[in-house]
């Protein structure tokens, strides 16, 4: 267990935007901060942190929390290893007890992966520096690539001794399960054809040095291993299979070590294979990541989308790695980014080109050779149409098609003017051609939409719009004014009514000067009001004792001691009162008033209207007794509370300056 004073200090240290920083990539909003949502598939940003509040919200997803919850969302670590990571990332100590064996066992299945995955890791670095053979084999092979110690080390190289099952056995002796061994790949389990009922295990990466593959928080997913004897039955690289942790196209090789330096320098460089990667990094280029030798995916564009919109594919020059590279831009045009190419001279690659030259080599040449994409597709294409029209037509639709793929109008009527320039093609051609590809894609949109509804009920509803429910207006209400104002001090108007001197009643009017919390708290108390939804009331009930018992509250930790569905319910509440943010109005020139500027009228309005929805209830509970024909008729004490409960919501309503209106 880790220790509360561990816990404080991490809470107290870790700052919300830096960490979430390392995953998305943040603009200033306000006081806030916007990016992406790390959730979903977007291209507008719906991810909003409150840097004073140190909780974040995801409005596409509906998630959202404190430092410790976005990590365990984004990259399901437990409770226990969120607050490991923001300690390793803060170089805080941790105090805490042993686990004892019966901790271990009661880990879920998915960390229980990832344990045996992470001891994997530094099983396969002991055999590379510690064997014999590891250092024979495996790291003279490294040296001779090039590598040195530290980059080695950096990340997590290793080497599986080729032996059947050396690394199972030692997993098994050290108490990892075997059934965890095989889901993540580590091993293969065969029934024995010998002897039945028996099972022979296999080491599947046995003789193949080990380049581990990490998420973007650092815990190890899979692996790739690369065979080094000459066996042409063996693949040549051979990747961990998919598991519960370790999804290929949903993983970018390098992203771990890469990610600050892609959100700083507002690009990505794309490669394919895992030594491009290193070498690049042990000679400075940072911001460097791998597809991993798979087609490029759209889950993978996603993760570089949320640090930068550019990339740079960078590619041999074979035919073939070229053609790669064409599938791959559409894609990355698809989810609305930037893409140059990059190839290398005849012979070379990225890890090659990185050995063999320095570092200032290597950017200008990158800078001088990375292509627009327009440009490298028309150049790639026309060598290959030659003076044959047909292919050079076939070029131009190839193009136009690339171009079609982008979601910016503005963008796409650029590239067509580019293209007509590079093409010598009229733009009038190439903006037809535009608008057929829209056409066909909007004709198949229609025929799938169609599709989708006959599969389907159609469900009606009598009513065609929803009955509000506004005492849940109201109660959502109170509590966003208490997130965000609770411990603001105001002047209050407050209304009593006094005897004068003919001994009538005169109401008298006073200003008091209150904290928001204590005003809500007294008002509500005077009526007896309890609010109706229970996650609301449980909510409420925790943050008025919170305000009024003490000055000044942590929000992240106190937020993260709530119970989980209280806790979304109030970040939710809180970061919705900012959602307008996101649309940066201002830098439009639409300045929109401060709703903490009438935070009084705010609380005053929606306590009276709240006393309001209640004395309608009650007259609408008196008039259904007086339609009702029992022969009796309505007595003079019912007419006398129905001109009263009217006279009192009128008097209530003028002095609020409200517009009387029925609630449902």
């Excluded at 002991?126 to 024979?136: D, H, N, S, V």
């Excluded at 593959?213 to 990747?239: C, E, P, T, W």
């Excluded at 007509?420 to 037809?432: D, K, R, T």
């Excluded at 909510?539 to 709530?562: K, Q, R, V």
Aim: proline share 2%; with cysteine.
């Amino acid at each position: 267990m880790i220790s509360k004073a561990t816990i404080d200090k991490v809470y107290e240290t870790a700052r919300l935007e830096e960490v979430i920083g390392d995953f998305v990539q943040l603009k200033k909003s306000g006081s806030n901060f916007k990016g992406l949502s790390p959730f979903s598939d977007e291209r507008t940003p719906s991810f909003m942190v409150s840097p004073v509040k140190q909780i974040w919200k995801d409005f596409s997803s509906g998630k959202g929390g404190n430092v410790v919850a976005f990590l365990m969302e984004h990259e399901h670590f437990t409770y226990p290893e969120a607050i490991k990571y923001l300690a390793k990332k803060y170089n805080i100590e941790i105090e805490e007890t042993e686990r004892s064996d019966e901790q271990k066992l009661e880990a879920d299945e998915r960390e229980s992966m990832y344990l045996v995955s992470e001891y994997a890791q530094k099983y396969f670095s002991e055999m590379l520096w510690e064997t014999t053979l590891g250092k024979a084999i495996g790291l003279s092979y490294f040296k001779e690539r090039g590598f040195t110690d530290e980059i080695i080390k950096k990340f997590g190289l290793g080497y599986c001794l080729d032996q059947w099952d050396g690394f199972t056995k030692a997993a098994l002796d050290k108490g990892y399960q075997l059934d965890f061994l095989e889901k993540t790949g580590l091993t293969i389990v065969k029934e024995d054809t010998a002897q039945p009922g028996n099972k022979r295990m296999f080491d599947r990466f046995k003789g193949r040095v080990m380049f581990p593959i990490h998420s973007m928080s650092g815990r190890v997913l899979g692996f790739g291993g690369r065979i080094l004897a000459n066996d042409k039955k063996a693949a040549k690289y051979q990747n961990s299979p998919e598991s519960d942790i370790y999804h290929k196209s949903k993983v970018l090789y390098g992203i771990y070590f890469a990610k600050q330096a892609i959100a700083k320098e507002d690009n990505c460089y794309l490669v394919e294979g895992y030594t491009d990667v290193i070498q690049l990094h042990q000679r400075g280029i940072l911001n460097v990541v791998a597809s991993s030798g798979t087609a490029l995916s759209p889950e993978q564009i996603r993760l570089i989308n949320r640090l930068t919109k550019n990339i740079t594919v960078l590619f041999d020059g074979d035919a073939a790695g070229l053609r790669a590279s064409l599938r791959g831009i559409d894609l990355i045009l698809e989810q609305g980014m930037n893409v140059k190419v990059c190839t290398f001279p005849e012979g070379e690659d990225p890890d090659s080109f990185a050995k063999n030259n320095e570092l200032e080599e290597i950017i200008i040449y990158l800078e001088q050779n990375a292509k627009d994409f327009i440009q490298f597709k028309a150049s790639l294409l026309m060598s290959e149409a030659a003076n044959d029209p047909i292919k050079r037509a076939d070029t131009v639709r190839d193009i136009v098609n690339s171009i079609s793929k982008i979601p910016d109008h503005i963008q796409k009527e650029i590239y067509i003017q580019e293209c007509a320039q590079i093409m010598n093609i009229s733009e009038a051609v190439l903006f037809s051609t535009l608008a057929q590809i829209g056409k066909k894609e909007q004709v198949e949109a229609t025929k799938k939409a169609q599709q989708d509804q006959k599969a389907f009920e159609v469900v009606r509803h009598d009513n065609l719009a929803e009955k509000v429910d506004i005492q849940q207006v109201h109660e959502r209400e109170i509590l966003k004014i208490l997130l965000q104002y609770g411990m603001k001090t105001d002047n209050f108007l407050e209304f009593y009514y006094e005897t004068n001197d003919q001994g009538e009643l005169e109401m008298v009017k006073n200003e008091v000067c209150r904290k928001v919390a204590e005003k809500i708290y007294l008002e509500l108390q005077e009526d007896e009001i309890e609010f109706a939804d229970p996650k609301f009331r449980e909510a409420y009930n925790i943050l008025i004792e919170s305000l009024i018992n003490n000055e000044n509250i942590d929000f992240s930790s106190w937020i993260g001691n709530l119970p989980k569905e209280i806790s979304e319910t109030v970040v939710d509440l809180d970061m919705n009162e900012n959602k307008y943010e996101l649309d940066d109005w201002e830098r439009r020139n639409i300045f929109v008033k401060s709703k903490a500027s009438e935070v009084v009228l705010r609380v005053s309005q929606t306590i009276t209207s709240i006393r309001l929805k209640l004395i309608n209830d009650l007259i609408g509970g008196i008039a259904d007794t007086l339609q009702k024909d029992d022969g009796v008729g309505p007595t003079q004490e019912q007419w006398d509370d129905l001109k009263n409960y009217n006279e009192l919501k009128k008097n209530l309503a003028e002095r609020n300056g409200l517009v009387i209106k029925h609630f449902g």
